[in-house]
């Protein structure tokens, strides 16, 4: 290795940490702050043969994208040459909690703590739509503070990945930590198998082993389907009664992550106060991190298609102005529609002249406009794209290019708004936003 391995000019990467089938990671520093960051190398050639290896590249950037939580270890930045695809995240230097749990049983507080931790991280996840489907003590990171991040979102579920039953039907996870409707290949429900999950990992943090363990993986898969499990003696009662409410075969009568939450035993000592989400900190550019990772394609007869991720992303990361107005609601940037992609934007051009704004450009079903007033911040330039969902169901995007941003919040508010209603079906915060 050269003595000083520069990445683009901005990390320097060092000594080798780990690798797994596709990646190799590095422990880098982040030049113009000297911050500790870990570097995931990906070699593009190698993940093209697998098949669906890309889109499960490209999953994982999408997921960790918007999963921004404490309990959550954060990809910073995606950078990509013609060979490799680099993952800057978050360097939490404390290990595996697995290496925590292989030298013996935790103490009941210190397992109620991380505990509490992962359920914060695994119900944000759910809360975006997201469900990891690999949680085990191996994808559980420690800080230097001792504090609980999720890593490893590779396998994570998104919403396009439902089937029309609303289920989930890939096999995937670690066996000893998988729920029983997973196993079975009927379809399942993500959000109940993490919470499976989840009380594995607890009874791992308590016990130092297992509930389900067994030489021969058919005899383990039947004590799954059971739930044939004991406790061992110094499991407290109320730690007892919180795991028998976990690890309950039919997934409609196991507990939720809400109840969990509401669980006396679980609520000592949990923080009152709200989360603090780390959304602003780095945003990155969706269509960036695609252009780096995919190859450019010939101009579409049809809009591209919105992956269901980035739509529930882009609604829950959309504008805000609470920094300006406290107790206002957001001011929606993006809506579905059901009318067709050539529709929309057709509306759009005729609503853009109607408010005398000049459109400068249609291409891929983008519509960019810019207003004849001079503003705060020069003309306000605005960017409207229509992605396809679904054959019949479209998205809305609208994006300031140059201006000020309060001026976009109104121009979104007051003049978008009433104009396109008639082919509107849902704006960005008025339900989506409050659904789980």
């Not at 799954?224 to 730690?239: G, T, V």
């Not at 298609?305 to 829950?316: G, K, Q």
């Not at 853009?352 to 003309?379: P, Q």
């Amino acid at each position: 290795m050269e003595e000083r391995n520069v990445l683009f000019g901005k990390y320097e990467m060092g000594r080798f940490l780990g690798k797994g089938t596709f990646a190799k990671v590095y422990y880098g520093k982040e030049i113009d702050t000297g911050e500790s960051v870990a570097i995931k190398v990906i070699n593009k050639e190698q993940v093209k043969k697998k098949e669906g290896m890309m889109e499960q590249i490209k999953r994982e950037i999408s997921v960790m994208r918007i999963v921004r939580h404490p309990n959550v270890v954060e990809l910073k930045e995606v950078l990509a040459t013609k060979t490799k695809i680099f993952f800057v995240m978050e360097y939490v230097k404390g290990g595996e909690l697995f290496a925590k749990v292989a030298k013996g049983k935790l103490k009941e507080d210190s397992a109620r703590k991380y505990f509490q931790q992962l359920i914060s991280a695994v119900d944000f996840c759910h809360s975006r739509g997201v469900s990891h489907r690999d949680l085990k003590p191996e994808n559980l990171l420690l800080d230097e503070n001792e504090n609980l991040k999720v890593s490893d979102f590779g396998l994570s579920a998104l919403p396009e990945q439902l089937r029309n039953d609303g289920l989930l039907h890939t096999q995937c996870g670690t066996p000893a930590y998988v729920a029983p409707e997973v196993l079975r290949r009927k379809g399942y429900d993500g959000a109940k198998a993490d919470t499976w999950s989840c009380g594995v990992v607890l009874y791992v943090l308590l016990a130092g082993f297992l509930p389900f363990q067994d030489e021969n993986l058919m005899k383990m898969y039947s004590k799954i389907f059971k739930a044939e499990y004991e406790f061992p003696p110094w499991f407290s009662f109320d730690s007892k009664r919180l795991i028998s409410k976990l690890l309950v075969t039919d997934p409609d009568r196991r507990i939720s992550i809400p109840a969990i939450m509401r669980v006396p035993w679980f609520r000592k000592g949990f923080p009152i106060k709200e989360t603090v989400i780390h959304n602003d900190q780095t945003q990155l550019d969706a269509d960036k991190v695609k252009a780096e990772i995919e190859e450019i394609e010939e101009e579409p007869d049809t809009p591209k298609f919105f992956n269901a991720f980035e739509f529930i992303s882009s609604m829950s990361s959309g504008f805000d102005l609470s920094s300006l107005f406290e107790n206002k609601r957001k001011v929606g940037s993006m809506f579905t529609s059901r009318c067709t992609a050539k529709a929309i934007v057709s509306k759009i051009e005729a609503v853009a002249k109607g408010l005398s704004y000049k459109v400068c450009k249609v291409k891929d079903f983008k519509v960019k406009m810019e207003g004849k007033l001079e503003g705060r911040k020069g003309k306000l330039a605005v960017v409207a794209e229509v992605f396809e969902v679904a054959p019949e169901v479209a998205i809305v995007e609208f994006s300031k290019s140059s201006g000020d941003t309060l001026e976009y919040a109104m121009f979104c508010e007051h003049d978008v708004r009433p104009a396109l209603k008639d082919i509107v079906w849902t704006w960005q915060g008025d339900t989506i936003c409050d659904a789980n």
